[in-house]
């Protein structure tokens, strides 16, 4: 047998059956189905295996400062300072470890939320019935369909009886399809291809018969899941910035290394001294604790978000999400509930609002016998159910009807025993009506309006009785409607003869009366409409990508407040007929796309990508895992979403809310100002530090600071300081500014002149108070700890000054809120005692006691760093915004 040439949507069923050797009834052969297996492997989608741990232990240390670290711990211990050495390559694997580890927690909060449930399906072979698992599955296996079953393999239906298949993780419609077995055009959307059933949907009502077309991989499903494996995850604009970052100080660390080396050869000291001093110089420009730091700080940003039901699979997702400046949002269970609601109805020339009629709301003024009739008719002209148990079960569209039917107070089971159904032609595709015979002999017709009215020659007046049909009238109702993204259904009804006990379509044939209409839509959620005004606020665009309706998706997006004045939209027919230079033009003016593929879902991320945007993609649906994959930032439903789409995804949100995602903005531009301050905080030292060195190589004095030491200052001193900022809480003002500038360098130019200054001042502190003791004690070990500890204790005021503390009263309630920093500067304080005043310390790293005299001394630079840090502060214009 060979694969279908021609997709199978476009053929007719004996056509489909004939070029897969099937057969209607009996299904294949067992021969044909062993063949078959053989050829075809089993129908399961190719899995992607992860990373092993020992792989993503070493992609921690893919970074070339961490690298040239490495280097020089390796050196150092071919020289013969195995301790150094220690020091040295211990603080690149903690920061692995750590990376690692987060990295490890959230997989494995990831692997909780797979369902790896196996799918039993009835499958026909050699004429029999077979319960088998969907694994089996071959092309031209005939598989039979029932309401509650997952579609297991792209099928192509031979029939079906009131087949209804709900396709939103696949097309993004809202509502579930009726199916029949009509051929369609080649270029028909997958959503509009009615004689077929595609894997991974679901059967929500009637049962139907097709025959498998495409197994595993070769289904929609599958195509979708291969084209994931193809594409390249983006970096995101953090990774991108540290990595440009990590170069450049790269490059100025290795040449003020060699010319510290080359200086102090000249001066006349000696080749080991000065390798010593270069390393030195080295290990103090490099701010190594820095990505152990901007780990941690992403990390806790992870944490702050699982508190809020969201999952950060990648740590540099929290920052990119902060940056984002377009947010692509699917719509059905995304922006909206995912439920069917009736709104409005009309009967008699009446529009009114399902909320006017109820009690609460004084219905008495409102209420009419059409009116009456119209919920009447959807309550009883429905297969849902209503149980105490359970609820509302049944087609999302027959529980609105019932739930709207409720909420004005009738009674499902009442009803029902006064109006016993006895018979039913039930809904049809190619009929799109749905009619029931009741007792006394009440006919009750539901269905699209034009089907509808077709079989009407009169209507109900307000009082309940006959008048002439005003067609024109009900289709302006319609229009109304449908501009509110409304589905409307159209109700009539009839009088069957005395001794009629079965229903035929002839029974409707321009005989029966129309009695009004119901509109129902998805409705938003409430949370939602205040996400998409917050994120608007912060000057981040929304835009509705959908595989729904236009009409549709425009009506939402007006509810929600998506467009500057009036939402603009495009369905994916106008798309395709685009060039990509029109698509890159549209996508910045358009607020709503509709009808979409997933290859255009794709295109319009990578258009607005081009266009400079950080884009986040949301999505639940198997549709939306390109996108999501390419996107900036995939955010995906954890809840009800497909697993296809969580795998492509950075970020889950666990309770499938939208409004969380404004929550994670406000987290992701936290943590990139945290980050800053952290640059600002530790740059300066490693400036200092390593100007220090440099100077003292020029005027040929000994080295103020040793290699060691200046480990401890940054790994050490610097990493317990600075990890307090990374725990500061957001700004009040935050959501109210822009996004800033995607491509706005790490260090910006009010930041270099911050830390510039800073850097002349630690200079000064170290080199004076080494100048100062060594002259006046004569003790080298003694002026290389008070050089120490004077910019420790400077730094703890800068600390204070750069932090929220800046701007917060000393009192319980703001030390509980936010504790990281006083609590940081203790630590600080009582580590800083060991180094100086521990023997183990001294003799580990060379340094000496201190008494009250030389503690006092080395406490003035406090006092001058106050304004020192408001001059610093004044010369970086956005650190008010911190």
């Not at 800053?676 to 490693?686: G, Q, Y």
């Amino acid at each position: 047998m060979q694969q279908l040439r021609i997709p199978a949507h476009t053929q007719g069923v004996a056509q489909v059956l004939s070029a897969l050797e099937s057969d209607a009834t009996s299904g294949l052969t067992e021969l044909q189905t062993r063949q078959r297996l053989e050829l075809y492997g089993l129908n399961r989608l190719q899995e992607q295996p992860g990373l092993p741990l020992a792989l993503r232990f070493l992609q921690q240390f893919n970074n070339p400062l961490l690298i040239t670290l490495l280097v020089v711990g390796a050196v150092k211990a071919g020289l013969g300072y195995p301790r150094d050495a220690l020091v040295i390559i211990s603080v690149t694997v903690i920061n692995a470890v750590i990376g690692t580890l987060q990295e490890s927690k959230a997989e494995q909060a990831i692997a909780a939320l797979a369902q790896s449930v196996r799918t039993e399906v009835d499958v026909i072979r050699g004429g029999v019935l077979h319960r088998l698992s969907s694994t089996a599955l071959v092309p031209g296996d005939l598989v039979r369909l029932e309401a509650g079953a997952k579609v297991p393999a792209d099928l192509r239906l031979i029939s079906g009886r009131n087949l209804h298949i709900d396709e939103a993780a696949l097309t993004g419609e809202s509502l579930p399809v009726a199916k029949g077995t009509t051929a369609v055009e080649a270029d028909a959307p997958l959503a509009e291809r009615i004689g077929m059933a595609y894997a991974g949907t679901f059967v929500t009502a009637g049962q139907g018969f097709g025959v498998v077309v495409a197994t595993a991989d070769a289904t929609e499903m599958g195509q979708i899941s291969s084209s994931l494996q193809e594409q390249t995850t983006l970096s995101t604009p953090l990774t991108r910035k540290f990595s440009r970052f990590s170069r450049t100080l790269l490059q100025v660390v290795v040449a003020l290394a060699g010319l510290t080396f080359a200086v102090g050869l000249v001066r006349g000291r000696g080749v080991e001294e000065m390798f010593d001093g270069a390393v030195a110089l080295a290990v103090g420009a490099i701010p190594e604790e820095l990505p152990a730091i901007v780990t941690i700080t992403l990390a806790i940003g992870v944490h702050r978000m699982a508190r809020r039901r969201a999952i950060i699979r990648r740590l540099p997702a929290v920052e990119a999400l902060g940056s984002t400046t377009v947010i692509c949002s699917d719509k059905t269970g995304t922006l909206t509930q995912n439920r069917m609601t009736v709104k409005h109805l009309y009967a008699a020339g009446s529009m009114l609002a399902l909320e006017d009629l109820w009690p609460a709301n004084g219905a008495g003024d409102n209420w009419t016998l059409a009116l009456e009739e119209t919920l009447l008719a959807g309550l009883l002209c429905n297969d849902a159910s209503h149980s105490d148990q359970e609820g509302l079960v049944g087609d999302p569209t027959e529980t609105a009807l019932l739930a709207a039917a409720h909420s004005v107070g009738l009674d499902h089971r009442s009803l029902h025993e006064q109006h016993p159904r006895r018979d039913a032609i039930p809904f049809e595709s190619e009929q799109q009506f749905m009619a029931t015979l009741h007792g006394s002999q009440r006919i009750l017709l539901k269905g699209s309006v034009e089907a509808v009215l077709q079989r009407c020659s009169s209507a109900l007046d307000a009082q309940g009785q006959p008048q002439p049909l005003d067609r024109e009238a009900i289709e302006q109702a319609v229009s109304a409607m449908a501009a509110q993204g409304e589905r409307v259904l159209a109700f009539a009804i009839g009088q069957a003869a005395v001794d009629q006990q079965r229903l035929d379509p002839q029974h409707l044939a321009g005989t029966l009366s129309f009695i009004g209409l119901q509109g129902m839509q998805d409705p938003p959620r409430p949370e939602a409409i205040r996400a998409v005004a917050a994120c608007r606020a912060a000057g981040i665009q929304v835009k509705v990508i959908t595989g729904d309706h236009l009409e549709t998706a425009l009506a939402i997006a007006r509810q929600m407040g998506i467009g500057a004045v009036e939402p603009q939209g495009v369905d994916g027919r106008q798309l395709a007929a685009l060039n990509p230079d029109a698509v890159a033009e549209l996508v910045g003016q358009v607020d709503v796309f509709a009808r979409v593929a997933p290859a255009q879902k794709l295109q319009l991320v990578q258009a607005l990508q081009a266009n400079g945007e950080v884009v986040a993609m949301t999505g639940d649906g198997v549709n939306d895992a390109p996108a999501l994959k390419q996107a900036d930032i995939g955010i995906a439903m954890g809840e009800g979403g497909t697993e296809v789409a969580r795998q492509a995804a950075d970020m889950l949100l666990i309770d499938d809310n939208f409004a969380t995602i404004e929550a994670a903005v406000e987290e992701g531009r936290t943590v990139y100002l945290n980050l800053r301050k952290t640059l600002a905080f530790v740059l300066p030292v490693n400036g200092g530090a390593s100007m220090t060195i440099l100077l003292g190589a020029v005027l040929g004095t000994a080295l103020p600071v040793t290699a060691l030491q200046v480990l401890w200052l940054n790994m050490i001193c610097s990493l317990t300081m600075s990890i307090a900022l990374a725990f500061e809480p957001p700004n009040p003002s935050l959501m109210r500014q822009p996004p800033r500038p995607p491509e706005q360098p790490l260090l910006t130019p009010g930041l270099i002149r911050r830390v510039a200054v800073v850097s002349l001042f630690n200079w000064a502190v170290i080199f004076g108070l080494f100048l100062w003791s060594n002259q006046h004690d004569g003790n080298l070990a003694l002026a290389r700890t008070m050089a120490v500890q004077g910019l420790v204790l400077a730094h703890l005021v800068y600390l204070s000054r750069i932090s929220h503390w800046r701007q917060t009263r000393l009192h319980w309630p703001a030390l509980r809120a936010a504790p990281a920093v006083p609590l940081g500067i203790a630590t600080t304080v009582l580590v800083q005692t060991l180094f100086s005043q521990s023997a183990w310390m001294n003799s580990f790293f060379g340094t000496s006691p201190l008494d009250l005299h030389h503690l006092a001394i080395c406490a003035l630079p406090m006092l001058l760093m106050i304004p020192v840090a408001a001059v610093a502060e004044r010369l970086d214009p956005t650190a008010s915004a911190q």
